[in-house]
């Protein structure tokens, strides 16, 4: 039987590569509608035009970077499907070995 903590991360790596491809589909929506190709925003919860962020959040000391650069936020986004997609090989590796056990 798998595990719940196996299930659990399985889950997030395909959350996680979900919700970067629908960005970078987003961000190559936008792109392309627009006539003078500039740097895409996004709205903010108030409808407010912003640039990208990067967080590094870690209780009192977290860390905010603002309007990081598209061509940068990009390759992150990317490596971070990489990651995710490498991790979920390993994830199914370790599913495999508990439905045998």
Known sequence: MITKETCVKIFNCHNEIEKSKKLISEMA???E???EKTVPTFDN???EQRGLQLGVPSGDNGHWLYN???DLSVKVIEEHIRTNEK???ELMTIARIELNE
Do not use: C
Request: hydrophobic share 40%; net charge positive; charged share 45%.
């Open 29 to 31: 929506e936008k792109l």
């Open 33 to 35: 509608k627009d006539k």
């Open 45 to 47: 919860a108030f409808g």
């Open 68 to 70: 990081i650069s598209f």
């Open 87 to 89: 991790r979920l090989e």
